[in-house]
Structure formats: C-alpha cells, structure tokens
C-alpha cells in the first residue's frame, strides 16, 4: 500500500496564487511503471558577457545524462520512451526559476565548450525520443538565471523521469491556470489535481554570499516525489 504523508503543495507552480496544505500520496517504493536513469553532476555557476551587453551575467547550470533501460514486462525486450523534462528550482529565498527558459544560445555553447563534450545536447534537441540502452543516453544541461546571493540551499525538481502518477481530491474546488497547446492562458476550477512522480535534489551552498561562486554545492538529500 502507499504510504501517506502531509506535504505543503505549492500552488503557484500549478497556476494558482496562494499554497494550501493538503494530504497526498507518496510515490511506491518500487516502481511500477517506466522509469528513467538520471546521472547528474552538481549545479555550478558560468559567467560570460553576452553578446550586445558589457557587465557579465551569470547563470546555474546542471549537467546530467538520462539512460533508458525500459523492458516490456511481457517480452523482456527493451522499448523507447518519450522524454520531455522539466527542471525546476525553488531557492530557500523564495525564488522560482524554470531551467530552459530561453536562455541565451551564447550560454549553452559556452557550457558545451567548457566541458568539451560534442555530444551535449541542449534543451530543444534532446526533447523526444529515447531508445533503450546505455549505447543511447542522451547527456543534457538544465541551465536558470542567477539567483539571489543570500541563498543558502536549493531544491531541484525533476520531472519527465517516470510515467507513475497518483490523483489528489483537493479539500475545496480551486481554479488553476495553466497554458493550452496554443500558448493561451486557460483557468479551470478543479476538485482534484494529478500529480506525477519527480526526482528531488536538495542542495546546500556553503560559504560567505560574495565567495559563492567559487564555491561547490553539496547534496544534502536526493528522493522521489509526487508534485
């Protein structure tokens, strides 16, 4: 059976204003659908003028490759998968950021020369399909804006990493916006809301605001959600 914990969903992440506590499932602890290996390296920052600018911006960026080892249970043969990620951060400060949000192309090259891996692949190219086996992973880079130096840890949310979802009764209907197909706004009152597995990494970020960027992250937890 699942497990029950009380969890704060947070609201404004699923187009709604206010966050409201509320009684949701975790995710079983073996899986029960498909999903997906995720290797990452932990975020750091990279700092370039931008062309057009003069004063350097900085940006976060996290390195990781996805591996699809999916096997139909039936045949035992490997299948492909869609995968389409999102990165989102939460910052202890309040900040929301999601990765990929139009970042300056300048950026991504600079990442991909400064690991000099040819094989990087940016947000737009790595969307689709993924084939079976360790011979067809796919290495991305989920890459924010900088975020404010008085930061002292970070929760990333990775979702597109598993099909496994659980539906969650709301305690009151609210309305919740969210983007159609077409782009357009779209507000629904709804009585519950479908939650979808996602990875958690919780980062701590040591050292004075004004040495942060010469500092490392560290992974202080790593677990599976429902969001």
Do not use: C
Request: glycine share 6%; charged share 20%; net charge positive.
């Amino acid at each position: 059976m699942k497990r029950i914990l009380v969890l704060t969903v947070i609201l404004a992440a699923l187009g709604s204003l206010a966050p409201l506590a509320m009684t949701a499932p975790e995710p079983y602890e073996v899986p029960t659908t498909w999903e997906l290996d995720f290797d990452f390296v932990t975020p750091q920052p990279i700092t370039l003028v931008l062309p057009g600018q003069k004063k350097p911006t900085t940006f976060w960026y996290m390195l990781y490759t996805v591996t699809n080892r999916t096997r139909d249970p039936e045949t035992g043969l490997g299948v492909e998968q869609g995968f389409v990620p999102e990165f989102t951060m939460y910052t202890n400060t309040g900040e929301t950021f999601i990765a990929n949000k139009r970042p300056p192309a300048g950026v991504f090259n600079a990442i991909k020369k400064r690991h000099n891996n040819p094989l990087l692949q940016d947000h737009t190219q790595i969307l689709g399909k993924l084939l079976f086996g360790k011979d067809n992973a796919k290495d991305g880079v989920a890459i924010w804006p900088d975020f404010n130096n008085k930061t002292v840890s970070i929760d990333v949310f990775v979702s597109g990493l598993s099909g496994e979802t659980a539906e969650l009764k709301l305690p009151r209907p609210i309305p919740i916006t969210s983007t159609d197909i077409n782009g357009v706004e779209v507000t629904e009152v709804k009585e519950k809301i479908l939650l979808h597995k996602a990875m958690r990494l919780n980062f701590a970020i040591k050292g004075e605001p004004a040495n942060r960027l010469y500092t490392t992250m560290k992974l202080v937890a790593k677990n599976w959600v429902l969001r």
